[in-house]
């Protein structure tokens, strides 16, 4: 798997015209070598791949990453340490991740690297957006552990507890159930706060008439799930079931047109454009999705300025909403794999109205 990845990194790295890769950030450089720690680095040529990492990590990363790599621990000042790297390995132009280092971190490489620095600008990122089956499977099994805390979500929320204290349980119960960690803070936002489409949970009590929005997710061997739910405590007035339908009918009619071959504009338009015949365009402002992998948020994007194609193996979500300021709001969001023939949708709880 890993030696593949290289082979494909390889190629693309001919394609730029570069000789030698420096990764950096945690979700690509263990993506392509099998490590699960950080603070560690990889420099990959046309014909070496070599992993960096100090004293804290070397016996971890020994055991861990792919035999392709040659492990190499290093100790003070990783950029000279790096320039002498470059020297040795002969490298002339050096692919790094500029959305991920400082001005700083780049200051130190120009000061020590005797070779061209080249923007990746998405390299490995483009190697990672179609999930092989195996990340595919660990995707599945995140958003299965968030589906079952849903379900005791529904048993535990009860009026008179604070967003805290559910967002603590979310927390407990997804971890008890096999989680390593969420995929994100959870959002828990009751009330008027629902209509905050990145509302943390507060110290607010949860009252009889609320929507409650709760948008969670896990990590399960490195992978990430994106599910969200809103519920309504106690009897919805007839605005509440309003809102929610259009939400519902929005989330369902994108995921009939998702699949291969469609761009991430053409599925937003779907949604966005029924939302708008129902009145409520100025009420849906973020986009209708966006890739989840090792990261909560990554290529490819669902939204009005998305082209991307969308392909077999892709993962997206698809998340409509309407947020009205002083009156609260509904999202509804799935996780989806793209097919050729359609889509999967992998997030398996309810979507109905829902009213405890």
């Given amino acids: ?61 020994r055991q861990q990453v792919s035999k392709d790599y040659e492990v190499v621990q290093y100790g003070g000042n990783f950029s000279s340490f790096l320039g002498d790297m470059v020297e040795k390995l002969k490298i002339k132009r050096i692919g790094f991740e500029e959305d991920t280092i400082s ?28 999930k092989d089956e195996k990340e595919i499977a660990s995707i599945k099994k995140a958003a299965a552990i968030a589906d079952k805390a849903f379900s005791h979500m529904l048993q535990f929320i009860k009026k008179g507890m604070t967003e805290r204290e559910v967002g603590l349980e979310l927390e407990f119960t997804m971890k008890k159930l096999g989680a ?33 929005t709760l948008d969670f997710g896990c990590i399960f061997e490195d992978y990430c799930s994106d599910m969200t739910r809103t519920i309504v405590i106690g009897k919805p007035t007839d605005k509440m079931k309003e809102i929610y339908n259009v939400v519902l009918q929005a989330n369902k009619e994108a995921i009939k047109v998702i699949k291969s071959g469609i761009t991430g504009r053409e599925v937003d338009k779907v949604a966005r454009d029924l939302i708008a015949s129902h009145g409520y365009g100025e009420n849906f402002g973020h986009g209708l999705g966006h890739g989840v ?15 991307t194609v969308l392909k077999s193996g892709m993962i997206v979500t698809d998340e409509p909403g309407i947020y009205i300021p002083g009156f609260g709001g509904v999202r509804i969001e799935d996780l989806i794999v793209v097919k050729d023939d359609g889509c999967e ?3 398996s709880s309810p979507k109905e109205l829902i009213c405890l």
């Fill in 1 to 61: 798997m890993f030696n593949q990845r290289i082979k494909n990194l390889r190629k693309a790295m001919v394609n730029k015209g570069i000789d030698g890769v420096l990764l950096v950030s945690d979700p690509n450089r263990n993506y392509m070598s099998g490590f699960t720690g950080d603070e560690s680095f990889s420099i990959i040529t046309l014909d070496k791949a070599i992993f960096i990492t100090d004293s804290r990590f070397t016996e971890q990363a």
């Fill in 180 to 212: 390593r960690d969420l995929s994100f803070p959870s959002i828990v936002a009751s009330g008027e706060r629902s209509c905050l489409p990145h509302g943390q949970a507060t110290e607010k009590v949860i009252e009889d008439g609320d929507f409650l």
């Fill in 103 to 130: 001005v700083s971190t780049y200051n130190g490489y120009k000061k020590n690297v005797k070779a061209e620095l080249v923007p990746l600008e998405g390299m490995v990122e483009d190697l990672r957006i179609i």
């Fill in 293 to 307: 992998g090792r990261q909560i948020h990554e290529a490819p994007r669902v939204s009005p300025a998305s082209e």
């Fill in 345 to 347: 949708v992998i997030s």
